[in-house]
């Protein structure tokens, strides 16, 4: 079993940034692809990013793309989402997720998941 938490979630304004972090409680991290993914109110949980196990390859939703990076630190068994220029349609709740299989982003390839981190962007 692996537990995943999130922290770094928090009120800012259009145009500001936050970091995300998510800690690991397993000591086979580096085996696991892991991913960021939002569900905001009303609307399906959907694809943000993911980092490759090595952070090798890293993959981005296109509405996100070139505004946010992922990264990890496998010594630290813990995976990052640096958030820049954030817009309003980013508030969301924020998730991370741990996936055996190689790069995937659909959300049914991921077996842990965070208990998520709020993003509120005003206006």
């Known amino acids: 079993q692996v537990q995943l938490v999130e922290s770094g979630g928090g009120l800012v304004q259009a145009g500001g940034s936050l970091r995300l972090s998510c800690a690991a409680s397993?000591?086979?991290?580096?085996?696991?692809?892991m991913a960021w993914f939002r569900q905001a109110p009303g609307k399906e949980r959907e694809f943000v990013a993911l980092s490759s196990w090595d952070g090798g390859k890293t993959d981005y939703a296109d509405s996100v793309n070139s505004r946010f990076t992922v990264s990890r630190d496998n010594a630290k068994n813990a995976v990052y989402l640096q958030m820049n220029s954030l817009k309003p349609e980013d508030t969301a709740v924020y998730y991370c997720?741990?996936?055996?299989?190689?790069?995937?982003?659909?959300?049914?390839?991921?077996?842990?998941w965070g208990q998520g981190t709020q993003v509120t962007v005003s206006s």
């Open positions: 997720a741990a996936s055996r299989t190689m790069s995937p982003r659909g959300a049914s390839w991921y077996i842990y």
């Open positions: 397993t000591r086979t991290f580096s085996s696991y692809t």
